[in-house]
């Protein structure tokens, strides 16, 4: 579906906003946004939609938002550093044993937070043979890359056949022992995800898919459908997701989407804190309300849904967590996840 279908078919659905802010103010609103920034929303994401919602969650992350023009000090086009990481096109090495590998720069959908909104977009390409080999050659003479990343853009845009190619060039290097899939595809196009694309995949090296998802609502049958090859196939599914104001900055939210993950046999993995990307502060929170959230999740939901609150340090310094810390200073003190404190090691007499 185009862009300019997904939206007509939203705003006949969409009403008028008491403010005046309607379905004419909208589409200039996605003129001016989408000459700077990549727009793209497939069929699965415009039936995810609620136009009634002037506060959908869904719409929030991928329709255009006039404020992603307003650009501040201290975003930067590369936040999280690639470029001074990047020894040759398409590889970014930043920490010892593992390296993304980054073969196209499309994908599905954009995400209107995206952290590589400058570099990706339609008609961007991937990687070009000789690139390919020059990216795998570099992963190939660095024995300590234990794990190759594939990211981009969305490695799942690319046909199975594309694919199959490049897992088996890299299965064929021995120190390789993992390798990692990054993806949109099975929540924004499940039907991309066919036995073909699953067998693409599969090798004697341990791979993971690591999806992306960010709202419960993301995961609809048809996501789980998708999700449910690969895992049924024998690979095994993490998650990760970007904490974003108005889309899951409460415990309620945050907490169904990291059950319905694990409901789906995917591990949440990691809640990245949102990146200074250019245009992205309206959908930013502060570090302290994200340390909020994990102290709530921690009280009322399972170990098995507690992801890893990360920042992305700015500059290329690489992820850091930046969960609540229960342990006082000298270390004598923990606290529970109902606040109470307790002495450790135990003081006589405490229970």
């Keep these: 579906m185009t ?68 650009a501040r000090p201290e975003e930067n086009a590369d936040p999280i550093g690639d470029d001074v990481h990047s020894p040759v096109d398409g590889v970014v090495h930043r920490y010892p044993d593992r390296v993304l590998l980054k073969l196209v720069n499309a994908c599905a959908v954009y995400c209107r937070f995206c952290f590589r909104r400058e570099m990706v977009g339609p008609g961007r390409g991937g990687l070009s043979p000789s690139a390919l080999r020059a990216a795998l050659d570099y992963i190939a003479h660095n024995p300590q890359i234990w794990e190759v990343i594939l990211t981009g853009g969305d490695p799942l845009v690319l046909s199975p056949r594309r694919l199959k190619d490049v897992v088996a060039r890299l299965a064929a290097i021995d120190h390789v022992k993992i390798i990692r899939v990054h993806t949109r595809v ?33 995961l609809t049958s048809e996501a789980r459908i998708a ?37 789906c046999r995917i591990k949440p993995y990691y809640l990245h804190h949102a990146d200074l990307a250019p245009g992205t502060a309206h959908l930013r929170t502060t570090i302290a309300e994200g340390q909020a959230l994990m102290r709530a999740l ?28 229960y342990l006082s200073a000298d270390c004598s003190e923990i606290e529970d996840f109902r606040g109470r404190r307790h002495s450790y090691p135990p003081r006589s007499g405490e229970p």
Aim: with cysteine; glycine share 6%.
């Design 3 to 70: 862009v300019a279908k997904a939206m007509q078919r939203i705003m006949a659905r969409a009403p008028m906003r008491s403010n005046g802010f309607g379905k004419n103010d909208r589409l200039a609103a996605l003129r001016r946004v989408a000459s700077r920034y990549a727009v793209a929303i497939t069929p699965a994401v415009a039936e995810m939609i609620d136009a009634s919602d002037p506060h959908d969650p869904i719409a929030r992350q991928f329709l255009p938002d006039a404020r992603e023009l307003e």
């Design 186 to 218: 099975p929540v924004v196009a499940p039907e991309r995800v066919s036995p073909a694309l699953v067998r693409a995949l599969r090798t004697d090296k341990a791979t993971f898919v690591v999806l992306h998802a960010n709202h419960p609502r993301e």
């Design 227 to 263: 999700c449910a090859r690969f895992i049924d196939a024998g690979i095994p599914m993490l998650a990760q997701s970007v904490l974003l104001r108005g889309v899951n900055d409460d415990v309620e939210t945050l907490g169904a989407l990291m059950r319905a993950l694990v409901e």
């Design 298 to 325: 921690h009280g009322r939901y399972s170990g098995l849904c507690q992801p890893a609150y990360v920042l992305d340090i700015p500059g290329g310094f690489g992820k850091s967590p930046i969960g609540p810390n």
